[in-house]
């Protein structure tokens, strides 16, 4: 999905050029329905009744959530998958081209995800941590040190002495 956000407003930033009404729009084509204010819904109203390849791309990429949002079914994702992949590849629209040719390359491991209900949502949460803890420290001297704050900071270990300096620290009278 972030990919189809990221071909939408490549979409919408183009023609926002000719079309001054697309110029505050971006947020609402990127939230889900359900969380669109009541300035969003005018927005997207006035988008789907538009002829616009905005609206088109808005419309692909809905599709394309839609996909997502059926459940452990593989038959009908592998149906509705390919059913987007060859819309995108027509739709005229060079971003949702480059992404229905990337979603093509990556289809087996995409719809592996609904026969095994699992994702990579775990190790990209650690991912960011680690990257997190890189950047806090402005690098680290050697790949060792990076490994030993790694583990610390994502193995969540319960055994390790406690820091001496926050005790002291609470310790001091006002």
């Not at 079914?73 to 739709?91: K, P």
């Amino acid at each position: 999905m972030a990919l189809a956000n990221e071909a939408l407003d490549q979409v919408r930033r183009a023609e926002v050029k000719q079309v001054d009404g697309l110029k505050h729009i971006r947020w609402g084509t990127l939230k889900d329905a359900a969380n669109w204010t009541r300035k969003q819904i005018d927005q997207m109203h006035w988008l789907q009744r538009t002829n616009l390849q905005t609206a088109r791309a808005w419309r692909l990429k809905q599709a394309l959530r839609q996909v997502f949002s059926h459940g452990g079914d593989i038959a009908q994702a592998t149906t509705l998958l390919d059913g987007w992949i060859s819309w995108a590849r027509r739709c005229r629209l060079t971003p949702f081209k480059r992404l229905a040719a990337t979603i093509k390359k990556h289809r087996d491991g995409i719809l592996e995800h609904f026969r095994s209900g699992l994702s990579n949502g775990f190790a990209e949460g650690l991912n960011g941590r680690i990257q997190a803890a890189k950047a806090r420290a402005r690098g680290y001297g050697t790949d060792r040190h990076l490994i030993a704050i790694s583990y610390l900071i994502c193995a969540k270990l319960k055994h390790l002495p406690k820091n001496p300096w926050t005790h002291a620290a609470q310790q001091i009278p006002a």
